[in-house]
C-alpha cells in the first residue's frame, strides 16, 4: 500500500489495485489446500488485529477476521451494540469496554495501539479519519483500516466489488481499459446514505465506467458528491425508476437496501413501498438484460430471497439465477481483504515469496553448482541457482566434494 | 465421519463411535504433554470455525472453542441474547450482527461460509437442519454441527456423555455389549424439553441400554419419542417419582435441570416444589446405590451444590461423593469434542498418522535400508522402513556409501 | 512465579519482580522484529487462555489478550456487561453464557477449567480468589489471575506500573534501593475504591517509597488499609489538597479517576465538583515540578485529554508534555502481562533459552568438537560446545570424519 492507512477509496492507485488482485488470486489458489494453507499463515505470524466495531456487522467482521485468518494474525475485536435514547435517537455503545465508563475514543485506540492494524467500524462519517490521525499524532506505528464510517466511506467493501466487476469482466490480471470503458453499471436504490456506493463510484469514476443512479428522489445522490463526480469527469447519468433504464445498455446492477429504520424523519410507510417499486425480480433483470446483479447485503425487500420451502420465492427471487453474482462476491469478500491486510501490513513478502517458499516445500538442499535436492527425485536442476528457502551446501554429486579445506560433505 | 454435517445423534453408527472414542483417547494424551500438543494443532492448522450461538451458552460454546484450540483451528464468535418481548415472550438476536437490520439467518450463513465448520445453536427445532439445507443447496463446502436447536437435539453432548458412561463401564476401546444391555439409566428431572435427554436417549437405545425416564407427568417424555423409541425397540420404562426406583437396580443417573423460567404456561410454584422433589441429595443417592451420576448442566436445585463456607450444603451435596460423574463428565467436553471436530474436517489424518510423527520427533532421517537416525542414538533399527514424516537418505553407516553414480553422502 | 495464582500485589516478592522485569525486557527487544515475534509464541504455542469479564474493560481485556496472542496461546472471552436493577443497583451479567439460566459462578469456572490459565475480573471484593480456592479444591490445574476485584486488588497493573516507574529511575535491571528510598509519589483522586492505587501501594511501600494520598475526604485510603501500611511500616503521607504538595518535592504522579457514578449515595455535584479541583492541569504540573505523571486510565475531567480540533484542550492538557508517562505506561501493559503469563504459565522455558533458540536460528548443525555450522559462514567457532536446539553432528572438516564403525558423514 502506498499509504499507512486504509481510508477511503480514493487512496488506490490503478497500480495498487492490479497488485492487490494479483495477491487476491494467489491467496485464492493458495486456500485450495493444507500446504497452501499453512504457507499462507506466515505472511502476518506474529502480527496481531484488532477488530473495533460499534455498529452491528456480518460481513465486514467476520470477512476481516477471516482475512487475518488466513494470513495467520491473531485477531482481537470489541463489538457494540445500539441503544435507545429517550429523546427517540439511537446511540451506539462498546457495551463491554471502558467507553461504558465515559471513556474518550482517543483514549480508546491508544489503549489498543499494540494492535499492528485495527479495522474500525463507526456511526459517524470521519471517525476512522479521525482516530488515525490520533495515532499518528501521538506515533503510534498502527495501521488504521476504515470498516465503514457513517454515510462516509466503506473501502473495503468496494475493493471486493470491484474485483468481482473484473473478474466478470475476465480482465483481473490486467485492466482492460477499453473494456471498461464501454461497461455500464446501474446503482439501483439508495444512493443517498449507501456508503459502499459512494466507495466503489470514486472506484469505477476514474476508469471511465458509465455509472446510472437509479434512485428514488429522496434518495438520491448526495449533491456533494454529484458536485465532486462531475468536477473529476465521472461519467455519471441520475434515473429516478428502474424503468428508466434501456433494455440490454447495462452490464451490471448494483442494488443497495432501503433502510427504512434510518429514515426516522421520513413515512415509513412510503419508504417500504418505495422498496417494493425499486425490487429486483427475475421480470426486471430478464426484461433489462442485465449481464451481473450484486450486492453489498444485507438486503431486504428490495432482492428478494429464495427459500427452499416457499415457492412464491421461486418464481419472483433471482438468487438461483446465473446472473446472480452476490453470493459470489459475498465469498470474495474475505480473500480480497486478506489481500488488502497483506499489502498493507507485510508489503516486504512479496507474492514470489510465496510461491518460492511453497516451490521449496518439496526440496530439501542446494548445491552451490545450481543444483537443488528432493528426498523423492534426488538431486536436479533448478530454474534459478539459489532460494532463501533452502539451506546451501557446499558440494553435490555433480560438482564432487571439495576440498579446499573449507567444506567437505555438508 | 460418514456425513458432512452433525445434525443429530442418529446418525452416528457404531463403528463411527468407536473410531471417535479412539480418537479422543489419542487427544487426551497428546494433550498431555507440549509435544503432543503441539502436534495435535496440526490436525486444523490453517482451518477456521465459526461459532454462532443465538441462545446463551458456556460449556458448548467454550468446549467448541478449545476443541478448536487444541487441533489448531481459528475461531470466531457470533452471539447472542435473549430480548423480552412487548407480547411476554423472549426473542433472541445476535446483537452484533446484522440480524439487527433484519438479515436472513439464510443469508447470515451463507456470509459465513468461508468457514470450514460452523457450529450452530439456536431455540428453534430443525432450524439448524434448515441451515446446513441452503448451503448444500447454493453449493457451499462448509460442514454444519447442531450446538443444540431448541427442544430438538444436542447430539455433540450425547456423544460426551457416551463416553463418560463408555469410560464409567472401562468399555471404551469396544463397546462391551454384554455389559450394555445389562446396563440399566435412569433420565431424572425433565424428559420434555431436555435436548440432551433425547439426544442420549437416541445413542443408547440401539445398545440395549434399559432406560427409565423419572419426571412429573408435565415434564415427562413427549408422546412423539415414546412411540419413536418403542418402534425402534428401545427398551424404556417410564416413571413419575425418584422413589419407584428400586435400590440398587439402576446404575447410571442422568439428571437434568427443571427449567422454571421456560414454562411460563405454567404454575411457576408448582414447578419450583417439583425441583425439590427431585432433588438428587446424598440420602437419594445412597438410599437408591447409584453407581455414577451425571448431569449436562447448567444445574439448579435439582442438584444441590457443594460450597466451601457454606456448611448446609455440605450436608445435601453429592459434589464431592465419588458417585458424582459429571465435574468429569465437564472435563472430558473439549476432548471429545475436538475428536469430533477432527473426524468431521480432517478424515484423512488418522490417529496413527499423529502417533507415527510423534515417533518421528525424535529421529531426524531414515536409510533405503529401514534404518533411523536420532541425533542422540545414532542409527538404530525401526520397525517399518519409511515414514512420510523423515527425511530419507540413500545411505548410512551400515549399507555403506553408493557409488551408483547417483547420490552420495546425502 | 512461586505461586499457582496472581490474586494480590502482596505475593510478589522483590527476586519475582526482578525475573519478571528481565523477562520484560526480552519481550520488549523480541517484539521488534518478525524473528523475535515468532520465537515469542513458542512460549505458550499449545496452551489457552480464557478471559472471563464480567466487569466492562479496555486496557486489562486487550492487554491480557495480546499478551497471549505475543507468547503463541489460544484465546477464549466471555465478557458481562451492567444492568439496571428495579432496586436502582446495577447488576452485572455474562450476557451471553449459561449466567443467564441462573447458573452459579463456582460451576461455570469449572466448565473453564480446560484453560491453562484464567483472567477474571469482578464487581466484587474476593471473589477472584473465592474462584481459584474452588478450582484448587477440585483439583483443577487451572492458573487464575485476578484482572480486578471490586474495591479490592489489581496486580497485574500494579506490575505494570512500577516497571514503568522503574524505567523512568532508570532501575529495571536490578532495583536501586537508595534510589527508590529517595523517590516519592503522590496519589491523587480516589483513594478509596481505586484498587489500582491499593494494588501499587502493596508494592512501593516494601521498597521504601514515600507515599503521599492526596484526595478529598469522602474519597480517602480506607481505614483498614492505613492501618495495614502503617503496621508494615510504609512511608504514608495523608493531604487533602493538591496545594498541600510541596513544590519540587514530588516525583511521580499516580493520578486516577474519580467514578461519579459509583458514588450514588453521595451527592453528585459535589463530586463533580471535586473533580474539577483536583485536575491536573499543565500549570498544576508545571508549578509542583513533577517528573512523571501516571494514569491507570480510563481517565475523566480530572486529567485533561488533548484534542487536535479543540485549541482549549492544548492549553490545559498535559498529554503531549514529557511529563506525560501514562501514555507508554499503557504501551508497556501488553508487554508486562506477557512477562507475567510467561512466568506464570511456562516458567520452565527460562530467558535463556529464547535467547539460545535466537542465537540458533542462524546455525543448523553443531559438532562434537565444539563448532558450530551456519550456511552463510560455514564451520565457526562458539562459545558452549552444545546447544538443545541444534542438531548434534559427530564430524566437522576440523575433527575429521570418523571411522570408528558408529557413524560417518552424518
Redesign the interface.
Known amino acids: 500500500m502506498e499509504s499507512k492507512h486504509v481510508l477511503s477509496a480514493d487512496q488506490f492507485s490503478l497500480s495498487c489495485l492490479v497488485r492487490l488482485y494479483q495477491k487476491t488470486e494467489k491467496i485464492s489458489s493458495l486456500l485450495k489446500n493444507?500446504q497452501g494453507?499453512?504457507l499462507?499463515?506466515q505472511v502476518m505470524?506474529?502480527?496481531?488485529m484488532?477488530l473495533i466495531?460499534y455498529q452491528?456487522?456480518?460481513?465486514t467482521?467476520?470477512?476481516f477476521?477471516?482475512a487475518g485468518?488466513?494470513l495467520g494474525a491473531?485477531?482481537?475485536a470489541?463489538?457494540?451494540?445500539?441503544r435507545d435514547l429517550p429523546n427517540g435517537k439511537v446511540e451506539w455503545d462498546l457495551?463491554?469496554?471502558?467507553?461504558?465508563?465515559?471513556?474518550?475514543p482517543?483514549?480508546?485506540v491508544?489503549?489498543?495501539?499494540?494492535?499492528d492494524v485495527l479495522v474500525l467500524r463507526h456511526h459517524q462519517q470521519g471517525f476512522v479519519e479521525r482516530m488515525a490521525?490520533?495515532l499518528d499524532?501521538?506515533g503510534y506505528a498502527t495501521h488504521v483500516i476504515n470498516g465503514g464510517d457513517g454515510d462516509g466511506e466503506h473501502p473495503s467493501q468496494a475493493v471486493v466489488d470491484l474485483f468481482t466487476i473484473f473478474q466478470c469482466l475476465g480482465c483481473v490480471e490486467r485492466p482492460d481499459f477499453e473494456r471498461l470503458s464501454s461497461t455500464s453499471i446501474a446503482f439501483i436504490g439508495d444512493s443517498f446514505m449507501g456508503r459502499t456506493v459512494h466507495s466503489l463510484a470514486r472506484l469505477l469514476g476514474p476508469l471511465g465506467v458509465l455509472m446510472r443512479f437509479v434512485s428514488p428522489r429522496v434518495l438520491s445522490l448526495p449533491e456533494a458528491c454529484r458536485r465532486e463526480f462531475a468536477e473529476r469527469g465521472f461519467r455519471c447519468e441520475y434515473l429516478e425508476r428502474i424503468d428508466d433504464l434501456t433494455p440490454g445498455e447495462t452490464m451490471f446492477v448494483y442494488n443497495t437496501?432501503i433502510?427504512v429504520?434510518d429514515y426516522v424523519w421520513e413515512d415509513r410507510a412510503h419508504i417500504t413501498k418505495l422498496a417494493e417499486e425499486y425490487m429486483l425480480t427475475q421480470e426486471v433483470v430478464r426484461r433489462l438484460r442485465f449481464l451481473a446483479v450484486m450486492h453489498p447485503?444485507?438486503?431486504?425487500k428490495e432482492l428478494p430471497?429464495w427459500?427452499?420451502d416457499d415457492p412464491d420465492t421461486h418464481e419472483i427471487s433471482i438468487d438461483r439465477m446465473p446472473e446472480a453474482q452476490y453470493?459470489r462476491q459475498?465469498?470474495l469478500?474475505?480473500v480480497v481483504r486478506a489481500a488488502l491486510l497483506w499489502d498493507l501490513v507485510a508489503p516486504e513478502i512479496g507474492i514470489q515469496d510465496l510461491e518460492e517458499a511453497q516451490w521449496a516445500e518439496s526440496f530439501?538442499k542446494q548445491c552451490m553448482c545450481g543444483k537443488v535436492?528432493s528426498?523423492?527425485l534426488?538431486?536436479a536442476e533448478r530454474p534459478q541457482p539459489y532460494s532463501r528457502y533452502l539451506?546451501?551446501?557446499?558440494?553435490c554429486?555433480y560438482c564432487g566434494?571439495r576440498r579446499d579445506?573449507?567444506?567437505?560433505?555438508?
Open positions: 493444507r494453507r499453512l499462507l499463515k505470524n506474529g502480527r496481531t484488532g466495531f452491528p456487522s456480518t460481513r467482521f467476520h470477512h477476521s477471516l485468518f488466513f491473531s485477531v482481537g470489541e463489538r457494540g451494540v445500539a457495551v463491554f469496554s471502558s467507553q461504558m465508563k465515559g471513556e474518550y482517543e483514549d480508546l491508544r489503549a489498543l495501539g499494540r494492535y490521525d490520533i499524532a501521538f437496501r433502510q429504520a447485503f444485507p438486503r431486504r430471497i427459500l427452499p453470493f459475498m465469498d469478500g474475505p530439501t535436492f528426498t523423492i534426488g538431486w539451506p546451501k551446501v557446499a558440494s554429486p566434494p579445506g573449507q567444506i567437505i560433505h555438508v
